[in-house]
């Protein structure tokens, strides 16, 4: 689990030395309980880094909305919007 800056900032300075360019991010920033799992210094961090090398973003609802600094979507039409 990538909870701390450090840890994602040496996550993402590895892609970038073996040129990865497929990358699916979960980002585990979220328990599906609504827990947090990363410390609040790390979520700025996951985003300006990790997130722009990514092809592909899988969080579940309590990440996608802590991504967008918006409510949990709680419709179908708030999920779309959100992804």
């Known amino acids: ?3 701390r800056p450090a840890v994602i900032e040496a996550v993402a300075a ?3 030395a073996h040129a990865q360019e497929t990358v699916v991010l ?3 920033m979220v328990a599906a309980s609504g827990d947090p799992l ?3 210094e790390a979520v700025g961090t996951l985003i300006s880094v ?3 090398k990514a092809l592909l973003i899988t969080p579940n609802l309590f ?3 802590r991504m967008l ?3 949990v979507a709680s419709d179908a039409d708030a999920m779309t919007r959100q992804a």
């Open 1 to 3: 689990m990538l909870s």
């Open 14 to 16: 590895g892609l970038a």
């Open 26 to 28: 979960d980002p585990v």
């Open 38 to 40: 990363l410390v609040p």
């Open 50 to 52: 990790l997130v722009p």
């Open 63 to 65: 990440e996608a909305a």
């Open 69 to 71: 600094a918006e409510p």
